[in-house]
């Protein structure tokens, strides 16, 4: 019986990691500049169950540098037309609005059960349903503050 034991209890654990459901959330990051191999990773992400992207980092080292450039402008926005196509959410991690104020953001109710609430997102100081507002012409002159 004592051979059997550890069988047993792998065949327990792997019964039960089948049996979990799937992420309610499963991104990807990138962090590079490379368009084509970006636009190839986007067109296989259904094969991997990604419902959202977010770039950042490489693309985005300055707010500054990406508002004056033209050519990475273009590149985010056919990157996010490939995610369009998918119908696959995505985001811009630009670090610089980490801590933007209040008067710049849009306010969204979020459910009690949302995922973006975990104990991780709260504890990291971040705004969750408080979207930065684009749109607002001010926003353009308090970065270049």
Known sequence: MRR???VLLLFSLTSSLLQAGPFTMNGWQFHERDVPRLAEAIKRA???GVDFFIFSRGRFDHVEEFLNSEERQRDILYLGSLADQQKIAWYLWVHEFDDIPDRFRVKTQLSADD???SQAAITSGFHMGNRVNMDDPALLEYLRQ
Request: net charge neutral.
């Open 4 to 6: 059997f034991l550890p």
């Open 46 to 48: 259904p094969e991997y």
């Open 115 to 117: 995922p973006r609430l």
